[in-house]
């Protein structure tokens, strides 16, 4: 690779870190450990082509063109994070990577891109998804936390929010979403 090449892919692998809070290199890799994949599973699950996901993870490319990958690789972390913590079995894992995979948006664990009820307003869970889609899209779970943890002493609700809905469940920010409004 020659200079050129390396200030490319620098520069790419710099973009992700932006957008996607990490490159997708090391992305990519987490969530084929985590979730016992292989490249080509994952680009199956992601509705990429072997070679874009291969171009995505060297730093060839910048970006995931289409929102709905984008937000399967979301729903892909969560899911990673609920087998780590357990309240996800392997099983289960394997089915909902099957829902995520055909899920067009919306929401994308329920396989469902219906986004609000009858009244045309948006369900909390939507609310609740979307804050965390953009916590998550300008940084990482880890960097949340530890961010949270800086502002514990002197803004305890911010940092709380900040764990909720940038590091924790999509059900536990629902109940603290709930809570909260009045």
């Known amino acids: 690779m020659d200079a050129a090449q390396q200030e490319a892919t620098a520069r790419a692998r710099e973009l992700q870190r932006s957008w996607y809070g990490e490159p997708l290199g090391a992305l990519f890799r987490r969530l084929i450990d985590d979730l016992g994949l292989n490249q080509a599973r994952l680009a199956a699950v992601l509705g990429l082509s072997a070679p874009m996901l291969s171009q995505l993870m060297s730093g060839q490319r910048a970006k995931i063109g289409n929102p709905a990958v984008v937000q399967r690789v979301q729903a892909l972390q969560e899911l990673a ?96 979403y709930e809570s909260h409004q009045s």
Request: hydrophobic share 40%.
């Open 81 to 176: 994070s609920q087998v780590a913590d357990g309240s996800v079995s392997a099983a289960e894992a394997t089915d909902r990577m099957d829902e995520i995979k055909k899920s067009q948006g919306g929401s994308v664990l329920t396989g469902s891109s219906q986004s609000t009820v009858g009244s045309g307003a948006p369900t909390v869970k939507r609310v609740v998804r979307e804050i965390q889609s953009l916590l998550r899209s300008v940084s990482a779970a880890g960097d949340i936390i530890d961010a949270a943890d800086s502002l514990a002493p002197t803004h305890p609700e911010l940092a709380e929010f900040l764990r909720v809905y940038g590091a924790g469940r999509t059900a536990d920010a629902v109940a603290h």
